[in-house]
């Protein structure tokens, strides 16, 4: 089984839709990250968690939303979808190191939104 | 701006041949650089991460240097293999309170038989 599990993997919906992707983790990581990929740019973060009591804003958090549910689980949630934000969403986690330490990757939802 | 800045965007070599990617970053303060390769549908997955002391360093056949005073890195493959083809994407960390991530584009890499 997957380390970071990413749920749907693909997702057709409609503008005004909520929408919820869901991240789970087996690796006992603190922190939990979700990024947005598009083509031609690098990953950029929407969202970042170090702890469960812990949410924080990211370069491009506007029309998004998360909850950490437990260590191991972290949602990302667009209350109403639209257009523009058709593209690939990952989760990613690390560990408490000093920042010396990889993040590690889901396979990521392709979410489009007509 | 914090940025990085990869060449070439894309690139096709056969099988069995070396290449180099280049990765060049306007950061600061700088933690470490780091590379990651991400196939086709997948997620990324890190090659390696280096600190500013660190000039080179390897995992089997990447072998990634680092020159922090011209803020340049490169990721060298050899002898490549059809399943190098992929995405290589360097990455430089700030060192501030979270060691924030700035992604490059990615190359693009396509090994032909």
């Known amino acids: 089984d997957a380390d970071v599990t990413q749920t749907p993997r693909n997702r057709i919906t409609k503008t005004g839709k909520r929408i919820m992707l869901e991240c789970s983790q087996t690796?006992?990581?603190?922190?939990m990250y979700w990024y947005r990929q598009d083509p031609g740019l690098g990953l950029r973060l929407i969202y970042y968690?170090?702890?469960?009591?812990?949410?924080n804003k990211g370069e491009i958090s506007d029309g998004y939303s998360v909850s950490r549910q437990a260590q191991a689980k972290f949602s990302l949630s667009l209350e109403s979808a639209i257009p523009n934000q058709t593209a690939l969403y990952f989760c990613?986690?690390?560990?408490?190191?000093?920042?010396?330490?990889?993040?590690?990757f889901g396979d990521g939802t392709r979410l489009s939104i007509l | 701006k914090n940025q990085v800045e990869q060449s070439p965007q894309s690139l096709i070599i056969l099988e069995g041949k070396n290449c180099t990617l280049q990765?060049?970053?306007?950061?600061?303060?700088?933690?470490?650089l780091r590379w990651y390769k991400q196939d086709t549908g997948r997620g990324p997955v890190s090659l390696t991460i280096?600190?500013?002391s660190e000039n080179t360093k390897s995992n089997g056949r990447y072998t990634a240097t680092l020159d922090a005073d011209t803020k340049q890195s490169s990721l060298h493959i050899t002898a490549s293999q059809l399943s190098d083809s992929a995405s290589y994407i360097c990455v430089a960390a700030l060192r501030d309170s979270n060691y924030q991530l700035i992604w490059g584009a990615g190359t693009k890499l396509i090994i032909k038989p």
């Open positions: 990613a986690t690390s560990d408490n190191s000093q920042g010396r330490q990889p993040q590690h």
């Open positions: 968690s170090f702890d469960v009591k812990d949410i």
């Open positions: 990765c060049n970053y306007t950061v600061s303060p700088f933690s470490n």
């Open positions: 280096m600190t500013f």
């Open positions: 690796k006992g990581h603190d922190r």
